[in-house]
């Protein structure tokens, strides 16, 4: 698996994923074109429905046997298609959590003709009941003021309340507006806060996060940041070049990353 380490490939992922050891990978992060018609210099996500659903089924047989034994998958998806696309997981993992990304999307009208959509659906599934998870890495600290509150003796040395609470399933974070400091040119860029927590909570320290659509490459970077190692695929040669510009400007260190909440 070394020739694979913290490497971007740019290639179609369904090729590439073909090559890579079953059972060498710790955990994928997927953020697939959602069907929605979005330019991604390509026409990768220009498919009708079921050729769309098709497509889905046919890169997950490939990319879930990379898994370990023990492994996770997170995949972002739009309401539109969530459910299909959870069945079908489901008949092939186990299904962890529907995680609610909120994007913090400002009220600015929209369709008069049915609700605003702003959230992103993410699919949490495991591999089997062992499943990796370190939720310690990912605990959300409580302010002085409620550690203060709850001093009764029942709470005293509760490691909650020392080291804080297990993340909600509705993660509150902003989208990455045009003049925001991480935004890249990319239509669907996901926030580092959010890979991030993803990373640190599903795979261990030096493992191998696999990411078959790399995008603007957030996945990478976060790895890199969390002390992690990365491989990918990305069709457009545009992005595979942001990838490298990205990862060349961070530190020779991880850093450690912000909470979310």
């Keep these: 698996m070394s020739e694979w380490l913290d490497r971007v490939y740019c290639e179609d992922a369904l090729q590439g994923m073909a090559r890579i050891e079953d059972a060498s990978v710790d ?3 997927a953020d697939p074109p959602y069907g929605l018609g979005k330019d991604y210099g390509n026409d990768s ?3 009708d429905t079921q050729a769309y659903l098709a497509w889905m089924e046919q890169w997950v047989d490939i990319a879930l046997p990379k898994l370990k034994a023990n492994g996770s998958l997170y995949i972002f ?25 909120d994007r913090r999307v400002p009220s600015m009208g929209g369709s008069t003709r049915r609700y605003s959509s702003v959230h992103d659906t ?9 499943y990796y998870f370190d939720l310690d890495a990912v605990r959300i600290p409580y302010d002085e003021q ?20 297990n993340p909600k399933d509705v993660w ?28 640190k ?30 491989t990918g695929f990305e069709l457009n040669p545009t992005y595979c070049e942001m990838i490298q510009r990205r990862l060349a400007e961070l530190p020779a260190e991880p850093t450690a990353p912000e909470a979310v909440s």
């Design 27 to 29: 955990l994928i992060i």
């Design 45 to 47: 996500d220009k498919l």
């Design 77 to 101: 998806l739009t309401w539109r298609y969530s459910p299909e696309v959870f069945v079908m997981l489901k008949q092939r993992m186990m299904m962890v959590n529907e995680i609610i990304w």
């Design 122 to 130: 993410v699919g949490f599934f495991a591999k089997s009941k062992d």
């Design 146 to 165: 409620t550690k203060k509150a709850r001093t009764r003796s029942i709470f005293v040395g509760a490691k909650w309340l020392e080291m804080g609470y």
């Design 172 to 199: 509150s974070v902003s989208r990455l507006h045009r003049e925001h400091r991480e935004r890249a040119d990319h239509p669907t860029q996901k926030p580092l806060e959010i890979i991030e927590r993803m990373i």
């Design 201 to 230: 909570a599903s795979c261990p320290s030096g493992g191998m996060v696999l990411d078959p659509f790399m995008g603007s490459g957030t996945t990478a970077v976060a790895a890199r940041r969390c002390g992690r190692h990365f």
